[in-house]
């Protein structure tokens, strides 16, 4: 043979030999080797654990429904659309939506209470008492999944003089939890502001009063002596929410306002309704997107000269709940709250837990409430 070609055969031998042991290892050997991997491979997963976070199986199913939104991931695959939802986030599918009207909404799941509460995926409710100050003071935290699921409702029409028992209008416009309104609707004599459920039922503006404005997306809007409703204001409030879409859905006029945009405020001595004077109070604030916060403080109980509290007493107590804004609403033997029970067998919610502010008159015929209401229709239970 030739030199080149002797050369490239002895190469080739050369590397069948060096390879053998590779190719005609024993069992054992491989074995061992398997074994030597697999254990490198779960000291190498053990070091990235203590450092990495836990794989998202929902970004690997479900790629498009994290992706960033720009310009270049705005394709859909067809017409699927895959929605997504954190663990223990409030939905409701958008045909859930209730009116917003009178209509009264779909009635709770008695199986979705709780011992102090209801919860279904679109509404969470829960109820504390707490003493401070040696003042006892019932909370009802709230969060919905739609601003729809925040509602009032009048006896009779928003136009007439009717009345009815406070408990009676919660159960038969099945609130979960509703708290006393502000009484205004009826009285035409007042110079005030009110909505209730998109009704305009007048649109007076009161420079001694502070005015709370709720729109179509469930957020507070406080105007200090009515600042900003005046129609002459630049800007003015309602042309400014017609610009943008918005909605005034309820509007009472009571007060004071006790927190604005996060800030506590300091409340006008000269303020109506025994501002600094210990009396039944109730409250609502805004605590952030589509979560709220009732508030009733019980008064004129007998036996205890502490009962009450005054107007700046309670902005600090909602101030102190977390409240972005809070208002106050009617007291004394108005104030009342509710945590609606299950239905009973004719239909009729029961009572659950009952609040009242004035331990001596009781329940009160009322002429609105605010309340909060579950949207899962009841062919979903």
Not at 63 to 80: H, I, K, N
Not at 160 to 175: E, W
Not at 209 to 219: A, F, H, N, R
Not at 314 to 340: P, R
């Amino acid at each position: 043979m030739k030199l080149p070609i002797r050369i490239l055969i002895s190469l080739l031998c050369a590397a069948i030999i060096i390879s053998m042991p590779f190719v005609l290892s024993s069992p054992q050997i491989l074995d061992n080797e398997k074994a030597r991997l697999m254990q490198d491979d779960a000291e190498e997963e053990e070091a990235e654990d203590e450092g990495s976070e836990e794989i998202d199986f929902g970004r690997l199913l479900f790629p498009s429904a994290y992706a960033e939104e720009d310009e270049d991931s705005q394709e859909t695959d067809g017409d699927v659309i895959v929605e997504t939802f954190v663990e223990g986030e409030l939905h409701i599918n958008p045909e859930w939506k209730l009116p917003l009207d009178f209509t009264v909404p779909p009635l709770p799941n008695p199986d979705k209470y709780t011992e102090n509460g209801y919860e279904d995926q679109s509404i969470r409710v829960s109820v504390e008492t707490r003493v401070i100050n040696g003042i006892t003071v019932h909370i009802t935290f709230v969060r919905i999944a739609d601003a729809s699921q925040f509602r009032t409702a009048v006896a009779g029409t928003a136009q007439n003089n009717k009345t009815v028992l406070f408990k009676a209008l919660a159960r038969d416009t099945h609130a979960i939890a509703a708290i006393n309104g502000d009484r205004y609707t009826s009285d035409a004599k007042k110079t005030t502001f009110e909505y209730r459920m998109t009704e305009k039922i007048r649109s007076k503006t009161n420079n001694l009063k502070d005015i709370l404005i709720i729109d179509d997306l469930g957020d507070f809007h406080l105007f200090i002596k009515s600042q900003g409703l005046h129609k002459d204001d630049k800007p003015y409030f309602v042309n400014v929410m017609k610009e943008e879409g918005r909605q005034v859905v309820n509007a009472f006029t009571f007060g004071p306002a006790l927190v604005k945009d996060g800030e506590l405020l300091t409340i006008d001595e000269h303020y109506g309704y025994n501002p600094h004077g210990r009396e039944p109070r109730s409250a609502i604030g805004q605590t952030g997107p589509l979560s709220y916060v009732m508030v009733l403080v019980e008064g004129r109980t007998s036996g205890n000269d502490k009962a009450g509290i005054s107007q700046q007493g309670l902005a600090q107590i909602m101030y102190d709940l977390g409240c972005v804004q809070a208002y106050n609403l009617d007291g004394g033997n108005t104030s009342e709250m509710i945590l609606c029970g299950p239905a009973d067998e004719y239909g009729k919610l029961t009572t659950l837990l009952y609040f009242e502010g004035d331990q001596v008159a009781g329940d009160r015929q009322q002429k609105d409430i605010i309340y909060f209401a579950t949207a899962v229709p009841e062919s979903e239970w």
